[in-house]
């Protein structure tokens, strides 16, 4: 039992400091700079993923890329192309884009809500861009640092797919 809080204790630690360093980059790049928006909702639940349990295979890199990029293209798809009532352009839109990442094995579960913020927040393509592409970019590059050089982590545990 004690070897078990002292092992999640170290998990949360490190899960603790990381996303507070990579939330903070992403943060201050979004308040503190004239580049835009570099965060997105989902990316805080990305967080657990990669920095407490950066062996799952939802964790990966390709996951967290693609899986954010196609639920955020499903989502600003459906808000542009499908003229119905936003509870059902939500509805839609978190399925299907389940359904691709599942499809194409880029599951990244947090990119799940990624369709639910594009569709309230009636975001652009602009969205994509920034904050998903260099976010998920930010994140991925922290990930493979702070894991792998870091923590001496076997991560990604494989770059392919």
């Known amino acids: 039992m004690i070897n078990t809080i002292k092992e999640n204790f170290n998990r949360a630690l490190y899960a603790l400091i990381f996303s507070i360093i990579t939330i903070g980059t992403l943060s ?33 890199p390709k996951n967290v ?8 293209i499903v989502g600003v798809l459906i808000l542009k192309f499908l003229p119905i009532d936003q509870f ?18 880029v599951t990244h579960p947090p990119a799940g809500g990624n369709p639910i ?24 590059v922290y990930a493979v640092i702070l894991n792998r050089f870091i923590l001496k982590k076997n991560y990604p545990s494989s770059w392919k797919s």
């Open 117 to 140: 913020v594009i569709i309230l927040g009636a975001v652009s393509y602009d969205f994509l861009l920034n904050p998903i592409i260099f976010g998920s970019i930010i994140i991925i």
């Open 28 to 60: 201050f790049l979004s308040f503190e700079t004239p580049y835009g928006l570099f965060l997105a909702g989902s990316f805080g639940s990305s967080m657990v993923l990669l920095f407490g349990y950066p062996e799952s295979p939802f964790a990966q």
């Open 88 to 105: 059902l352009q939500i509805a839609i839109a978190v399925g299907l884009g389940i359904f691709v990442m599942i499809l194409l094995g």
């Open 65 to 72: 890329f693609f899986g954010h990029l196609i639920t955020s």
